[in-house]
T-cell receptor, first 110, second 112 residues
Framework: QKEVEQNSGPLSVPEGAIASLNCTYS??????FFWYRQYSGKSPELIMS????GDKEDGRFTAQLNKASQYVSLLIRDSQPSDSATYLC??????????FGKGTRLHILP | DTGVSQNPRHKITKRGQNVTFRCDPI?????LYWYRQTLGQGPEFLTY????????KSRLLSDRFSAERPKGSFSTLEIQRTEQGDSAMYLC??????????FGSGTRLTVV
């Protein structure tokens, strides 16, 4: 089992709709969880971090964490064409290294 | 603060040659990470430092890869006897804690 798993997509969502991105992780000792956005040809940039169970909202973005299910998700409300990118889920392992999933390609349809 | 700086941006080398990349982290960040990314994949962990101490090196890395961070400032990643499979984007990132990472622009390596 891979340490961080994501559906590679592409996930196509109409403009203005809600995009839902999911991630599962294998290490029950993980404490920190992140979502990074990566545009084609660019480096990843942090958009959300979450450390405790529940929801965390920041503008149009909501991160959700369920440690019992080892599940992290990212919701993007009112999706815009500029949200089209690859979204990377990352998890801090027990030894503090940060492990990334393969990423989910998101395409917002105008 | 100019962020995380990586040099060179691009490197083309012949198979069998050695290459070295440099990363200058954000000055107050004590943690520095190296990742490798190929097309369609997420960043693959290579190694990381806390100050000058190398805390872990990926078991996936062969002995041809080595990294240093003298005096806890900039870091170098060297690949000896390059192979075509080493072609990738090499990303450096830094952080103040083992949490949010700030990435550099990366060094794209092409082995011909």
């Amino acid at each position: 089992q891979k340490e961080v798993e994501q559906n590679s997509g592409p996930l196509s969502v109409p403009e203005g709709a809600i995009a839902s991105l999911n991630c599962t992780y294998s290490d029950r000792g993980s404490q920190s969880f992140f979502w990074y956005r990566q545009y084609s040809g660019k480096s990843p940039e942090l958009i959300m971090s979450i450390y405790s169970n529940g929801d965390k909202e920041d503008g149009r973005f909501t991160a959700q964490l369920n440690k019992a299910s080892q599940y992290v998700s990212l919701l993007i409300r009112d999706s815009q064409p500029s949200d089209s990118a690859t979204y990377l889920c990352a998890v801090t392992a027990r030894d503090d290294k940060i492990i990334f999933g393969k990423g989910t390609r998101l395409h917002i349809l105008p | 603060d100019t962020g995380v700086s990586q040099n060179p941006r691009h490197k083309i080398t012949k198979r069998g040659q050695n290459v070295t990349f440099r990363c200058d982290p954000i000055s107050e960040h004590n943690r520095l990470y190296w990742y490798r990314q190929t097309l369609g994949q997420g960043p693959e962990f290579l190694t990381y430092f806390q100050n000058e101490a190398q805390l872990e090196k990926s078991r996936l890395l062969s002995d041809r890869f080595s990294a240093e961070r003298p005096k806890g400032s900039f870091s170098t990643l060297e690949i000896q006897r390059t192979e075509q499979g080493d072609s990738a984007m090499y990303l450096c990132a830094s952080s103040l804690t083992p949490r949010e990472l700030t990435f550099g622009s990366g060094t794209r390596l092409t082995v011909v």
